[in-house]
């Protein structure tokens, strides 16, 4: 049947170079739409590395000097125990499993602090996202180490170590070197300061819609803690992790219980705010260009489905008269189908070819976008076996209607035709 089939192409080769042209052209352009949309899906809903569910984000405020409860002369000392002591309390409300201060460090704020990371002559070659956050932090969004501890990334910076990602990991250190125990500095200079690193977090994602997992987190200590304690106190992030079978009117229910005893000094209660929540806002923009581009990619789609059932369609009502003949000499209706299937797969095939070495020839000459995923073997054989699919699907589909409805030609009138 094949070498049968291979005749007919051969035979009708006048007819074919144009479908094998357009479909040429056609699965180029479907291969790049197709890895346009798996590489971003597949950003999207990679795993981020921690978890925001049932966490809020707070803040104290300070009161104006103009206030009639404004309290003068509070030294910089008494004001960081005001700090520590507004977050024991949040941890000792029983609606609460975890709390911690941080600063630039909370997710999908879009605040952000970044430094470059040195180790002897080696440096990282980007920004470093910078998380200055009490141990805590690490279980209120449930990071994880390499090892998959949350109380691992806890206990070093509670040892005042520094916790590492493992982009920076890769940066600084060969495959076969221990990181833990060694150390880093912030400057090029002989006499900077030396930090030892205390642990190794696994992949922390910035956010669904970016690459950037580079980090470091270091203990917020008092001497930071003064420099934040006076008007910029707001900056500071109460960060909190709610028990789940608490998580109802949170907000209410906390100020309820907590206004007053979080009134200390000049410091009172600001403002709550759910962290799925804010994620939602900070993500609206990506989230709707993720929408729009989904909608012009179905609409490319459905014209590219059109185009190719259409002219398999066409082509096979065109052979109708052939179909009946082959049926009244002898063929059954299931043979005559599979023969046209596996020309018009043949036919595909044949354009598949050529269309993979220009693919192949404009990924090595770098014209993808490789920021969400490099361009893998992995990324470049998923990408055809799903264009293949969706021309295959779109060629059975032309091919089923039309032949299906010229089977059932008398043999008499398709002789006749003939």
Known sequence: MLKHILTIIKNERKQNIGLWIELLIVSVFLWYIVDNVYVTLHNYYKPLGFDTEHTYIMHLGLLNESSHE????????????????????????????????????????????????????????????????????????????????????????????????????????????????????????????????????????????????????????????????????????????????????????????????????????????????????FQKDDINDLKMRMFIVLFLLVNIFLGITGIFWFRTQHRKSEIGLRISLGDTPKEVLKKYYIEGLLLLTAAMIPTMIIIFILGREGIFETYLMPFTVGRYFIGFLITYLLLALMIIFGILIPARKAVKVPPAEALRDE
């Open 70 to 281: 404004y309290v003068k002369d509070i030294s910089t000392e008494t004001a960081v125990g005001y700090l520590h002591t507004a977050l024991e309390r949040i941890e000792r409300n029983p609606m609460v499993e975890a709390a911690s201060i941080s600063q630039n460090s909370s997710p999908h704020i879009g605040s952000n602090r970044s430094m470059t990371i040195y180790r002897d002559t080696l440096q990282t070659r980007y920004g470093v996202l910078n998380r200055t956050v009490t141990p805590d932090f690490f279980r209120v969004f449930r990071y994880k180490s390499v090892n998959g501890s949350s109380d691992e990334l806890v206990q070093a910076l509670e040892r005042n170590e520094l916790v590492l990602s493992t982009d920076v990991v890769t940066e600084l250190f060969k495959s076969d070197e221990l990181p833990v125990g060694q150390q880093i500095s912030f400057s090029k200079s002989d006499s900077a300061q030396l930090y030892r690193i205390g642990a190794v977090s696994d992949v922390v994602r910035y956010d669904n819609f970016s690459n950037w997992n580079s980090y470091f987190a270091q203990r917020m200590d008092n001497d930071f803690l003064e420099r934040f304690s006076g008007e910029w106190v707001s900056s500071l992030e109460f960060c909190v992790r709610v028990n789940p079978e608490e998580d109802h009117n949170f907000i209410r229910r906390f100020r309820q219980d907590m206004t007053q005893q979080l009134r200390l000094g000049n410091y009172y209660l600001g403002e709550i705010q759910s962290i799925p929540a804010n994620k939602k806002a």
